[in-house]
């Protein structure tokens, strides 16, 4: 196996790992800091596995803008080609939703980070499979025993 593969593996394996952490704090209940910090890890999982993504298509250079890594995951998913964008924008799709109550915003700003990053994860291990370590789960609970469970 190539160098650059094993690096892009690297960046999914932080992905999985962020999840894991997000469903951590989720799992923590209605905190409103809880779910910040369960969105912000989520969020930071979607932007792992599409920085892999780019790399993996483009090599490392295409994840770094003006020598800073792109953390942005629009940009991200506009340095994408072909089947990985494909995938990338049916995620993205699929994460948007109804603006919730005024008092569940926290709650859902979590869970269309949730949503996104699942979707990202599911979606790139079964259009690029030999770029996790891990396959994907069909069935999986998303609970905090079961993620760390791997």
Do not use: C
């Not at 892009?8 to 951590?24: I, K």
């Not at 250079?61 to 990338?88: S, T």
Request: net charge negative; charged share 30%; no cysteine.
């Amino acid at each position: 196996m190539s160098a650059h593969v094993e690096e892009v593996r690297e960046w999914m394996a932080e992905g999985d790992r962020l999840m894991a952490q997000g469903y951590d704090y989720l799992n923590m209940g209605a905190d409103p800091l809880q779910l910040d910090l369960a969105g912000r890890h989520f969020s930071r999982a979607a932007q792992a596995y599409l920085a892999g993504a780019v790399e993996y298509e483009h090599g490392p250079e295409a994840i770094v803008q003006a020598g800073a890594a792109i953390d942005d995951p629009a940009e991200l998913v506009r340095r994408l080609d072909g089947h990985l964008r494909d995938e990338a924008d049916a995620a993205g799709k699929a994460a948007g939703g109804p603006s919730p109550a005024p008092h569940e915003a926290r709650r859902a700003a979590a869970e269309r980070s949730r949503t996104f990053a699942e979707e990202l994860r599911d979606r790139f291990s079964h259009a690029a499979p030999d770029l996790f370590t891990r396959p994907a789960e069909s069935s999986l609970e998303r609970t905090t025993g079961s993620v760390r469970g791997r």
